[in-house]
């Protein structure tokens, strides 16, 4: 089975502070994803990384940046959170290709104060 | 804007019945759908994909895609209680690696 891990189920900070969410996946997957879920808005794509060292831009990508230094490991840095980054992150992988599924970590329920 | 468009529910569905969660998407291009639960405070868990035009089934689940149509759709037989969650469709877009998801319809399968 797929096994894709993320680093805190819960997490809080203050504002101003530089967060750093990890993702590792273990199915050797070549594609990994950073998501935001809230209430009404849906899932919404942050950042994506087809490779290690390559990332790219999703649909928010604004106060976000990201790591991808190996395969299985995909991190999410807020600069300098802000309140309007409380929300519930989510990570994904897949493999390569528009045909595979993606699979997702539990998720972490970041509150910014 | 490519989109993916469901009914966001309450859809109440008495236990033992057949619950219909349909999704709309816009690119005509799309190859792959996607189900997806997701039951309050859990991430998303994948039910369901489907490629081809007809119906695939797994289960007390079948999965319809209508490419003609632009719509594809989630039966769940027998419906159970804890069948009751939030189910998100999922469309790939634009031939690459991405997929978008729908806001989801929340289902509830009363007792």
């Known amino acids: 089975d797929v096994k894709v891990t993320q680093s805190s189920r819960y997490l809080v900070k203050r504002t101003g502070e530089k967060v750093f969410l990890e993702c590792v996946q273990d199915?050797?997957?070549?594609?990994m994803f950073w998501y935001r879920q809230d209430p009404g808005l849906g899932l919404r794509l942050i950042y994506f990384?087809?490779?290690?060292?390559?990332?790219e831009k999703g649909d928010i990508p604004e106060g976000y940046s990201v790591s991808r230094e190996k395969k299985e490991r995909f991190s999410l840095i807020l600069e300098s959170a802000s309140t309007n980054q409380t929300s519930m992150y989510l990570c994904?992988?897949?493999?390569?290709?528009?045909?595979?599924?993606?699979?997702f970590g539990p998720g972490t329920r970041l509150t910014v104060t | 804007q490519k989109e993916v468009e469901q009914n966001s529910g309450p859809l109440s569905v008495p236990e033992g019945a057949i619950a219909s969660l349909n999704c709309t998407y816009s690119?005509?291009?799309?190859?792959?759908f996607f189900w997806y639960r997701q039951y309050s405070g859990k991430s998303p868990e994948l039910i369901m994909s489907?490629?081809?035009?007809g119906d695939k089934e797994d289960g007390r689940f079948t999965a319809q895609l209508n490419k003609a149509s632009q719509y594809v759709s989630l039966l769940i037989r027998d419906s159970q209680p804890s069948d009751s969650a939030t189910y998100l469709c999922?469309?790939?877009?634009?031939?690459?690696?991405?997929?978008?998801f729908g806001k989801g319809t929340r289902l509830h399968i009363l007792p």
């Open positions: 994904a992988s897949s493999l390569g290709g528009n045909r595979y599924e993606q699979y």
């Open positions: 199915m050797d997957h070549e594609n």
């Open positions: 990384s087809y490779d290690v060292k390559m990332k």
């Open positions: 690119d005509r291009v799309s190859q792959s």
């Open positions: 489907i490629y081809s035009n």
């Open positions: 999922a469309v790939d877009i634009d031939r690459d690696d991405k997929i978008i």
